[in-house]
C-alpha cells in the first residue's frame, strides 16, 4: 500500500458543477498537505496549503483535511474548462523540517464545456 | 519574483551518455529539491539543499546521480551513465525555510533516454 493514495481518474464533470478531488493517507505523521494542479508536461502549480485538519478556502478553491480520518478533499466551485488538468495531493510530516513531500498518483480532471 | 527555473527543458541522450541539468530557485529561497516524475506518477522525493548543505537524499537516488549547490544559489543535478529507465520528467522546487512546506516548482527538464 503507498503512503497516498489518489483514484487516477479522468474524472469528466460539466462546465459550472462542483468538483471534489481526495486523498487517503496511511502515515499518521502527517500534518502539511497541499494541493498542485499540473497541466500537461508543466512543472506543478501550488493551490492550496493547509496545516492539520480543518477547511481552508480561496477563491472557488476549498480544501479540507480530516486527520482523524487520514482524509483530504479539493473542492472546486462553478468549474470552468480552464481547470482540466491534474490535481496532485502532497503532504509532509514536518512543515519547517527535512524532508521531501510525498504526494499522490493525481486525478486527471476534464471540465466538459 | 521569476519564479523557478529550469534547464534544459527537454534533453534527449544515449544509453550511457551522461547528462547534466540545472535549476535556479526563486531568490532568497534557502531550500532547494529535486524530484522525479515519470509517467502517470506523482513526483517522488530525490534530495533537498539547504543553502549549500545536501541534507537528505532518498533512496531513489542512486549513485549515478549526484546533485551539487556549491554556492546556495542554483543547483545541478547530473546523471552518469544514463538507463533507459532514467527516463522521466526532473523537477525543481524551492521554498524559504523559516516559512512553512509550501514548495514551488519550476517547469521541469524531460529526459529522454534512447
Known amino acids: 500500500q503507498k503512503e497516498v493514495e489518489q483514484d487516477p481518474g479522468p474524472l469528466s464533470v460539466p462546465e459550472g458543477a462542483i468538483v471534489s478531488l481526495n486523498c487517503t493517507y496511511s502515515?499518521?505523521?502527517?500534518?502539511?498537505f497541499m494541493w498542485y494542479r499540473q497541466y500537461s508536461r508543466k512543472g506543478p502549480e501550488l493551490l492550496m496549503y493547509?496545516?492539520?485538519?480543518g477547511n481552508k478556502e480561496d477563491g472557488r478553491f476549498t480544501a479540507q483535511v480530516d486527520k482523524s480520518s487520514k482524509y483530504i478533499s479539493l473542492f472546486i466551485r462553478d468549474s470552468q474548462p480552464s481547470d482540466s488538468a491534474t490535481y496532485l495531493c502532497?503532504?509532509?510530516?514536518?512543515?519547517?523540517?527535512?524532508?521531501?513531500?510525498?504526494f499522490g498518483k493525481g486525478t486527471h480532471l476534464i471540465i466538459q464545456p | 519574483d521569476t519564479g523557478v527555473s529550469q534547464d534544459p527543458r527537454h534533453k534527449i541522450t544515449k544509453r550511457g551518455q551522461n547528462v547534466t541539468f540545472r535549476c535556479d530557485p526563486i531568490?532568497?529561497?534557502?531550500?532547494l529539491y529535486w524530484y522525479r516524475q515519470t509517467l502517470g506518477q506523482g513526483p517522488e522525493f530525490l534530495t533537498y539543499?539547504?543553502?549549500?548543505?545536501?541534507?537528505?537524499k532518498s533512496r531513489l537516488l542512486s549513485d549515478r546521480f549526484s546533485a551539487e549547490r556549491p554556492k546556495g544559489s542554483f543547483s545541478t543535478l547530473e546523471i552518469q551513465r544514463t538507463e533507459q529507465g532514467d527516463s522521466a520528467m526532473y523537477l525543481c522546487?524551492?521554498?524559504?525555510?523559516?516559512?512553512?512546506?509550501?514548495?514551488?516548482f519550476g517547469p521541469g527538464t524531460r529526459l529522454t533516454v534512447t
Open positions: 522546487a524551492s521554498r524559504y525555510a523559516l516559512a512553512s512546506n509550501e514548495q514551488y
Open positions: 502515515n499518521s505523521a502527517f500534518q502539511y
Open positions: 493547509t496545516y492539520s485538519s
Open positions: 502532497a503532504m509532509s510530516a514536518s512543515g519547517g523540517g527535512a524532508d521531501g513531500l510525498t
Open positions: 531568490s532568497e529561497h534557502n531550500r
Open positions: 539543499f539547504q543553502n549549500e548543505a545536501q541534507l537528505e
